[in-house]
């Protein structure tokens, strides 16, 4: 394989073929330092940023496009993190605003602030691919086995339509799949369905446990047409109108939902709308997660049936006869996505395992996995099951923006392996929250860093320091801990970020809309009682001296010298004026260095 950037496109079919690896023509070898499964959302994320890194990357995707939920799935409609501009996420929204002129351009529809057309984001993150010598795309191929050597995953067997096969062999393989496609082959631990409240603590979730996924989407763009247009297609079989009779009858943060609006929810660029409507509309509950490929297909066949009949009762009974299914995205022989929009799949038991507890009260918990941060994001907590009579009812209790810990990307067990997209180590509650895109996408970002420094290090995933992970992170302007009021163009920007992530000095959490927040008040003063508490937090054997004046400069650096054991030796006057919480970053960044101090997966310091 040539050592440049070399990106092909194995796209003779369009559509993604569900087959077998059967009757094989021919077999061909590959050896990469980091293979990542899947060009989705996180896949295209961790590829780019192994790469960028200087590690051979090889990222192998099924579809014909990069970018899944964004794109091949067609979910171009971004949930959340509008304002955490963080890494990757961040540089993506930026590409897109630029392609469409600005944020008016993408702030289309009201179920987002960035809205784009899905071959739009394709372009864009295959653009950002090819500018990578390091990484190598491959079109075409789909899981078919995984390759290990005793307990470590060794890279993957892959096939395609053709009957050929695809062998890599890979230092590290980042599982960047949608719903987890290589746990159960490689034996690692997982979970799937919902967690019982008994096993996780989480006061919304279900009593018992039970194997209930989230409901899927077949997503499908239309476009406007013109005024006389008649583009409605011909009525599936099977067509009930019963089924979406109220789509367009229901409130939704107490504004009432007529049809048009319900058509404005994923409004794109350039007239075209998402069709992705949760209410009456084309959801569908179908649990194929451990279903064989061919048997996957047959099911997933249901999906876009009752897609086409929601676009079928859109045209036929609402009137919008005018949109039609666009013949501009997808070249598929139906014109809807490449692949359905799965919300929850098989979750990773990791070395970390993330519950609403963690998000809720990050301060309050045994394991204080914030200070683990990898990627951020604010969106509530959303389940999708109102396909399935049959799912408990659980609570959506409000939460703030959170962070996703490096552990939750590492296997309990199983080496040589790292998980991204929706298959990290979550409770199924917080996956509400933890699988939206920007998220992913942020998570990839961490994914593809790990991998990376896992080769350049020679270690496997968990020998590698989580504060290295992190600094390299903050180093890509991402943020690590989800601060509202902290901008990566802020001179504090990292200092802050690191000193948060230690426990220090605290952040408060505040449930907001659909837009939470976490804020660090950098002007704002604290007490000595919190000071010395936060250092306590971080050095045990440092006193808690209860006072509740306002902790001052000069009082802070005295406080942060009897931690080191060191004598004041800097020759610098420090003010006996109360400081604010920005300046004690500075102060404990430069003088205490608390970044440096190594913590385990389970965020206490080692």
Known sequence: MNKTSLIL??????????????????????TTDVLVIGGTTSGTSAGISSAREGVKTLIVEESPWLGGMFTAQGVGACDGNHNLHSGIWNEFREKLRNRYGGIGGVWTGWVSSTLFEPHVGDSIFKSMAAAEKDLTVLHGYFLDDILKEGNTVTGAVFCNDKNEKLIVHAKITVDATDIGESLKMAKAGYRLGMDSKNETGEKGAPEQSNGIVQDLTWVAILKDYGEGADKTIPKPQGYNPEIFHGCCKETVDSIQIDCRR???YGKMPNNKYMINWPKSGNDIYLNVIELPRKEQEKELQKAKEHTLCFIYYIQNELGFKHL???????????????????????RLKGLSFLTFNHVENPYGQKEFLYRTGISVGDYPVDHHHGKNPEAPKIGFDPVPSFNVPLGSLIPETVDGLIV??????????????????????????????????????DKQPRGVSVRDVQSVLLERKAYIMPLYDILPSDPDFEVIQK?????????????????????????TTITVAEFTKGLNSFDPESEIIDDNKLLTEDAAVKYIYRITGQSKTDGKVYSTKPVTKRGLAVILDRLLNPFSKEIGFDGHYQ
């Open 324 to 346: 039609g299914l666009a013949d501009d995205e997808f070249d598929t022989p139906d014109k809807l996505a490449y692949k359905p929009y799965h919300r929850e799949g098989r």
């Open 499 to 523: 000193v948060s992530a230690t426990g220090i000095l605290k952040t408060t959490g505040e449930p907001f809309g659909w837009a939470n927040r976490t804020w660090f008040y950098p002007d």
């Open 262 to 264: 319900m058509l404005d």
């Open 420 to 457: 991204s997209d929706k298959a990290i180590s979550v409770s199924n509650l917080i996956n509400g929250s933890t699988r939206l895109q920007p998220v992913v996408l942020l998570t990839g970002q961490a994914a593809g860093i790990l991998a990376a420094l896992s080769v350049k290090e």
């Open 9 to 30: 496109f194995f796209t003779l079919i369009f559509s993604v073929s569900l087959i077998s690896c059967e009757n094989i023509q021919s077999t061909k070898e590959i």
